[in-house]
Every structure is written in C-alpha cells, then in structure tokens.
C-alpha cells in the first residue's frame, strides 16, 4: 500500500521539486529565510502591532566589542551576549531589515542563524540499576579501599542547570556556583550563582552530573559552572586555560551545537578543549546521543553525495523506483503532550570549512581552485500528511556570497556550510528532508558542482517529543568538542541480560580524519538521589564517572599531567569490543601506541579499570621519587654500617627505643 501511495505521488512531487530548483526563492541576505518572509508579510500586513521579536546567534569579521555593540544598538538591536567573534543579539524583526538581501547595515555580521542553546546529553531509558553496581564495574570500591577518595582534588561541572541541592548538602567549603557576569552584553568575569539563578528540582542535569562524581570521588571538591548559551562556554573554558578558574578535572555533559567544525577537532570549540587540556586539566567529554535511529530525541546521518538523476538532488538510498524514498530522508515525530514546548532542530552541514579550502595565508586573493571547492548546498523540510507533501522550512542561506571580492570588501569565505531548520511545536507526524545543490546557481563565479562532498545532518528536538529516522548512520556521528584532539569523550554502556552493552543511542567514531572516538565508555542509567526521575542516563551520565576516575588518579598522585592520566586509563582499560551489540570485534591494530591495542571505534579502548589504574599512578608516583628520597627509605649500604663490636647510637638505636619504652 505504501508502495503504491508512493508511485501515485511520483509524478506529482518531481514536477513540484523540480519547479522549485527552477525557480528558487531570492535569498534573505543575511537572514533566515523563513524570517525574512515573515518580515515581508508584517511590512506589508502587520505594521499597526507589536513586531514580533526576533533572537539569533550572529558570527562576525571582526572581535565582538563596544564598538559593534554600539552599532547593534544604534540599529535598534541588543546584544543579548558576545565571545569572541560570535554572540546573540535580539530585537523587533523589522531592525533586521537593514540584514536581509542587498543591505549592506552592519556588514561586520557575516551571517545569522538561529539561537541553539547547549542541550543536556539524555536519553529516556527503561529501569534504573543500582549506583554501586555502575561503579563496581569501574572497580571503584577496591579503589576506596586503599584510602583514595578524591581528597584534594578539585572537579569542574560545566552544565546548564542547577539546583542547588549539593552545594546546601555538603556546604561551601566543598561546592561553589559559578555564572558569567555580561555587561550590556560583554563578559565581564565570573561570579557566584545568585538565587534567581538556580533551576526548579526537576532540572537537576548539573548535579545528577556531580553525583556520579562523587560516587566515585566522594571526597572532590567541585566547581559548578553555569552555561545558558554557548558564550557562556567558551568564556568558561578560557578562563580555566587561563588558569582563573582552577580544577584538577573538568567533567561536560553538554551537546553544544550547530557545528563549528567537520568533526576534525579544528573548530573553535574543540580548539577550546584543548587549551583546557594544555593548561593542566583533564577533560572528560559526553560523546552525544546521536547514534540511534530511534525512538529518542537525537538521530544522525553522514554520507557522500550522490546524484543518480544528475538533478542536483542527494540520494540518501539506492532505490531507483521510489523517488520519496530515494530523494528525501524520512523522520517521524512521535506525539507528544499540547502543553509542552518542543523545538525541532534540522542542521546540515558538509565540507567546506575554510580551513578545509583556504590555505592559511587568507589575505592572499581568492583563486579560481578554491571558491569552486566551495559548495552552496539548500535544505527544505516537507511535512507528509498522506496526500501531498509540503514544505514547512525552507533553508537556503547563500554559502557562496562572500566567496570573492566585493563592493563590501570581503574576499574570503566567511559563510560556513551549514543549513539550519527550527520548527517550533511541530505537528506529529512523517517529515522529509530534502538536500539540494545549488552551486551552479552562481554563474558568475562559474562554479561547479563537486561529486564527493560529505553531508552530515544532525536532527534533534528540544523538549519531551521523540522521533525515529529512518536512515541514520551512527559511525561518526559526533559534533564539536566530542573530536577534539586532547578530550576525552566518553560513550554510554547499558546493563542487559547480565552483561555491558553499547547504548544504542550512544554516537560513535570515527573523527572525519580518522582518529579514534570515544576513547572510553562508561555505565550509564544508574540511580540517582538527586534526579526527582530516579535516574541518570545517556552519555551525560558516562563522562562523569570518567571524570571521577581521573579525581582518584589526580588524588594517588598529584604530579599527573592530563596526558598521563588518559594514557593511564586507556592503556588500564577493560576491552568491550564484541560483547552484545558493542560494535563488532575489536580492531588489535595500534592506533596510537600510547592509547590502547584492542579498540573500536564504537567503545574506544574500553571501560576504565580504576584499580589497575590507580596501581599505575601509584608506581609511577614511586619511579619519580627523588634520589634522597629512595635513600632515605633504603636500607644503609654496608659501608655505613656500625663496625663489629660497636654499638649502633642515635634516635632511632634499640637500646635508645628500650629506654624510651621504659
């Protein structure tokens, strides 16, 4: 039946589709474009009420400071917060007039999307098992044994809600709230948390995060960092590399998007990571829970471009009979309740970073080679009630406008390759997203249309809806500071039928450069305390205990540097290749002869063994004794012992001790 629905709606969808490419929309300019059309109809309908109120993330060519928040402001716009060359402005939708096409208003933004907040890295999961057995699988309890507890040890939380409820449990002196202080707009520093600031009981994502490190480092002290926009992050992360903020151990359960990279840990926000890292501390990464197809609130899929019809639309399958199913990738959202509110999220994103088509020299002028590397690729979002399907969203941003020199001076790509879609409320039911390439559209640079790029499509809902996508790929399906070179990012085991398992929601490596992610994987969806659920689950609840076993390390022996204690834990780990729907057999090749030899790119090196690990930095705390020191805890050689017939006198003599005893 399906079939045959398909086959009737054959004829009908290519004469719509291909109309469309036929006969693009102009573009927003700077705008999205759902946005500019709703600012056309409220110039035209709507001037006599009040304008709808508009916020969006904005890049610029220059650092954001009081010289362009000064602008901003003369425009009619605020600066809601900057880092940077990135930040969020807000106003009335008709001040972002002089930003739609053709205008040339503040030709320092180079481009607008929507604001994506940091998303908490959770998954709905069936019944909780106990905390104990999450950390006796770490063999965490033989660690305490030995009176390694975490003592001295300062752990970072870097997460998007708090309540509270620690820092009233164990006091001050244990637990501080941070926030970063703006003033109209610009950081300022770091402050403490007021009371306005803390989140109602039921949002309890940042101290579910700090349980699961104190359930294996009970006595850490721990430093909760409060990030509402991903200024707040990166503003946090430099102030940890610069040292003002000071942390042994940085755990981050955050999924922080859209892309700023091609999962290649060259982005921004990865480059952040590893500063943090550089600076002395250990960084243990949630990998994200892009790796199902559902039902869940994340899915992903990565793939190289394919044109079976030469009419510059992606085929997402091989199938030539249906052009639904061949042209457009399939999703449902499942029903959720009236009452709530639910983003959805649809990011597209492929190869043409700068970085990726520029060579480092950008003052040198655009060559013919490089702007045809370049490709402007468009997103439409259709929804199918069973008739006739149609569009909901439109992304269409023009990736190539600033591909070669002119009237504003910019002779560079500034553009990223990425196609963002937010619906608001979306209705239940089957959508398609279609990807389409119109390089050739912009003739006058003669660019073509490359066969070999790599898209990856990242989709995702914000609020209490699911959904299930029907082609998805979970190899490589991570995002920004889960590829960074130096972090450690952590993917989620589950307990079935008596064993570990990979989550299945769990994303997975590999980097698009071929690195090994995650490095490690750790239990997930054990009981929480805190959680007014019962529960702490997906990859949020992963990096966390990581984060702990990096404390007890940093508490066995302080002179550990961040590279020692990775090395420590993968190279301790306990392999988890093959095991139920791990990921296949491990791969016994070296990738890095300090990491581990049995890996995969699903469970990385495997999970931690906190007691082999614990032994090793103990040993490696006694190799970097001084010289004095080993003397002092030998024995005297023979030539400092007492000669035959002498007695043997000082502090420490028997006869010296006996009369002491005495």
């Given at each position: 039946?399906?079939?045959?629905?398909?086959?009737?709606?054959?004829?009908?969808?290519?004469?719509?589709?291909?109309?469309?490419?036929?006969?693009?929309?102009?573009?927003?300019?700077?705008?999205?474009?759902?946005?500019?059309?709703?600012?056309?109809?409220?110039?035209?309908?709507?001037?006599?009420?009040?304008?709808?109120?508009?916020?969006?993330?904005?890049?610029?060519?220059?650092?954001?400071?009081?010289?362009?928040?000064?602008?901003?402001?003369?425009?009619?716009?605020?600066?809601?917060?900057?880092?940077?060359?990135?930040?969020?402005?807000?106003?009335?939708?008709?001040?972002?007039?002089?930003?739609?096409?053709?205008?040339?208003?503040?030709?320092?933004?180079?481009?607008?999307?929507?604001?994506?907040?940091?998303?908490?890295?959770?998954?709905?999961?069936?019944?909780?098992?106990?905390?104990?057995?999450?950390?006796?699988?770490?063999?965490?309890?033989?660690?305490?044994?030995?009176?390694?507890?975490?003592?001295?040890?300062t752990v970072g939380i870097i997460d998007g809600q708090f309540t509270g409820?620690?820092?009233?449990?164990?006091?001050?002196?244990?637990?501080?709230?941070?926030?970063?202080?703006?003033?109209?707009?610009?950081?300022?520093?770091?402050?403490?948390?007021?009371?306005?600031?803390?989140?109602?009981?039921?949002?309890?994502?940042?101290?579910?995060?700090?349980?699961?490190?104190?359930?294996?480092?009970?006595?850490?002290?721990?430093?909760?960092?409060?990030v509402t926009s991903v200024q707040d992050y990166m503003f946090f992360l430099?102030?940890?590399?610069?040292?003002?903020?000071?942390?042994?151990?940085?755990?981050?359960?955050?999924?922080?998007?859209?892309?700023?990279?091609?999962?290649?840990?060259?982005?921004?926000?990865?480059?952040?990571?590893?500063?943090?890292?550089?600076?002395?501390?250990?960084?243990?990464?949630?990998?994200?829970?892009?790796?199902?197809?559902?039902?869940?609130?994340?899915?992903?899929?990565?793939?190289?471009?394919?044109?079976?019809?030469?009419?510059?639309?992606?085929?997402?399958?091989?199938?030539?009979?249906?052009?639904?199913?061949?042209?457009?990738?399939?999703?449902?959202?499942?029903?959720?309740?009236?009452?709530?509110?639910?983003?959805?999220?649809?990011?597209?994103?492929?190869?043409?970073?700068?970085?990726?088509?520029?060579?480092?020299?950008?003052?040198?002028?655009?060559?013919?080679?490089?702007?045809?590397?370049?490709?402007?690729?468009?997103?439409?979002?259709?929804?199918?009630?069973?008739?006739?399907?149609?569009?909901?969203?439109?992304?269409?941003?023009?990736?190539?406008?600033?591909?070669?020199?002119?009237?504003?001076?910019?002779?560079?790509?500034?553009?990223?390759?990425?196609?963002?879609?937010?619906?608001?409320?979306?209705?239940?039911?089957r959508y398609l997203i279609e990807v389409r390439n119109v390089t050739e559209?912009?003739?006058?640079?003669?660019?073509?249309?490359?066969?070999?790029?790599?898209?990856?499509?990242?989709?995702?809902?914000?609020?209490?809806?699911?959904?299930?996508?029907?082609?998805?790929?979970?190899?490589?399906?991570?995002?920004?500071?889960?590829?960074?070179?130096?972090?450690?990012?952590?993917?989620?085991?589950?307990?079935?039928?008596?064993?570990?398992?990979?989550?299945?929601?769990?994303?997975?490596?590999?980097?698009?450069?071929?690195?090994?992610?995650?490095?490690?994987?750790?239990?997930?969806?054990?009981?929480?305390?805190?959680?007014?659920?019962?529960?702490?689950?997906?990859?949020?609840?992963?990096?966390?205990?990581?984060?702990?076993?990096?404390?007890?390390?940093?508490?066995?022996?302080?002179?550990?540097?961040?590279?020692?204690?990775?090395?420590?834990?993968?190279?301790?780990?306990?392999?988890?290749?093959?095991?139920?729907?791990?990921?296949?057999?491990?791969?016994?090749?070296?990738?890095?002869?300090?990491?581990?030899?049995?890996?995969?790119?699903?469970?990385?090196?495997?999970?931690?063994?906190?007691?082999?690990?614990?032994?090793?930095?103990?040993?490696?705390?006694?190799?970097?004794?001084?010289?004095?020191?080993?003397?002092?805890?030998?024995?005297?050689?023979?030539?400092?012992?007492?000669?035959?017939?002498?007695?043997?006198?000082?502090?420490?003599?028997?006869?010296?001790?006996?009369?002491?005893?005495?």
């Amino acid at each position: 039946m399906r079939a045959m629905r398909i086959s009737i709606l054959l004829a009908l969808t290519s004469v719509l589709l291909v109309s469309l490419a036929a006969s693009a929309a102009p573009g927003a300019g700077r705008l999205p474009h759902e946005d500019y059309q709703e600012l056309l109809r409220y110039q035209i309908l709507g001037p006599d009420v009040d304008p709808p109120q508009r916020e969006y993330t904005f890049f610029s060519a220059v650092p954001i400071g009081e010289e362009q928040r000064d602008e901003l402001e003369g425009a009619g716009l605020s600066l809601v917060s900057a880092f940077g060359n990135r930040g969020v402005v807000r106003g009335p939708l008709p001040a972002f007039d002089g930003l739609g096409p053709g205008q040339v208003d503040l030709p320092w933004i180079l481009e607008l999307l929507p604001e994506v907040p940091p998303v908490a890295s959770q998954e709905s999961v069936p019944a909780p098992i106990d905390i104990e057995a999450a950390i006796q699988a770490l063999k965490i309890p033989e660690v305490h044994k030995k009176d390694i507890t975490g003592t001295n040890v300062t752990v970072g939380i870097i997460d998007g809600q708090f309540t509270g409820a620690l820092g009233q449990s164990l006091g001050e002196e244990r637990v501080q709230y941070f926030k970063v202080e703006y003033t109209r707009g610009l950081p300022t520093g770091i402050v403490p948390m007021g009371d306005d600031d803390f989140a109602a009981v039921w949002s309890s994502h940042g101290e579910q995060c700090a349980e699961g490190v104190l359930a294996v480092a009970p006595d850490a002290n721990l430093v909760m960092m409060l990030v509402t926009s991903v200024q707040d992050y990166m503003f946090f992360l430099s102030e940890i590399a610069a040292g003002k903020v000071e942390i042994d151990v940085l755990s981050d359960s955050l999924a922080i998007f859209p892309p700023e990279d091609h999962s290649d840990g060259l982005g921004p926000i990865a480059q952040a990571g590893n500063a943090v890292f550089d600076s002395g501390v250990f960084y243990s990464k949630s990998l994200g829970n892009m790796g199902s197809g559902g039902p869940g609130s994340h899915s992903y899929y990565g793939g190289i471009w394919e044109d079976v019809e030469g009419n510059s639309v992606h085929n997402f399958t091989p199938d030539e009979d249906e052009y639904l199913e061949r042209n457009t990738l399939a999703f449902q959202v499942h029903d959720y309740p009236s009452f709530y509110s639910v983003t959805l999220w649809v990011l597209l994103s492929w190869d043409g970073w700068e970085y990726q088509v520029r060579n480092p020299d950008t003052s040198d002028p655009w060559t013919q080679e490089e702007y045809i590397t370049v490709q402007d690729l468009d997103m439409n979002i259709w929804y199918d009630d069973g008739t006739l399907p149609r569009i909901v969203y439109r992304a269409n941003r023009d990736q190539l406008q600033y591909a070669y020199p002119d009237s504003w001076g910019h002779g560079r790509l500034s553009v990223r390759p990425l196609e963002a879609a937010d619906i608001r409320n979306p209705r239940p039911g089957r959508y398609l997203i279609e990807v389409r390439n119109v390089t050739e559209d912009h003739k006058a640079l003669q660019a073509t249309e490359r066969d070999d790029i790599e898209l990856r499509l990242y989709v995702f809902t914000q609020g209490p809806a699911e959904l299930t996508m029907e082609q998805h790929t979970p190899e490589g399906s991570i995002i920004n500071m889960a590829g960074a070179h130096e972090v450690t990012a952590v993917g989620a085991l589950e307990w079935e039928s008596n064993a570990w398992r990979l989550a299945d929601y769990s994303s997975q490596g590999p980097t698009s450069d071929g690195r090994l992610k995650p490095e490690l994987v750790a239990p997930t969806n054990y009981a929480s305390e805190i959680s007014v659920w019962g529960v702490s689950d997906g990859t949020s609840a992963s990096a966390p205990l990581v984060a702990g076993v990096a404390a007890l390390l940093r508490g066995a022996n302080p002179t550990l540097s961040p590279s020692e204690v990775r090395d420590i834990l993968t190279g301790t780990a306990s392999p988890q290749c093959g095991k139920l729907r791990s990921g296949g057999p491990c791969n016994t090749s070296v990738v890095d002869p300090e990491l581990c030899v049995e890996w995969s790119y699903s469970v990385g090196c495997g999970i931690p063994n906190a007691l082999a690990a614990v032994e090793r930095a103990l040993a490696m705390a006694e190799e970097q004794l001084e010289p004095e020191e080993k003397e002092e805890e030998t024995e005297p050689s023979d030539e400092e012992q007492p000669a035959s017939g002498e007695k043997e006198t000082g502090p420490d003599s028997e006869e010296e001790n006996q009369t002491d005893e005495g």
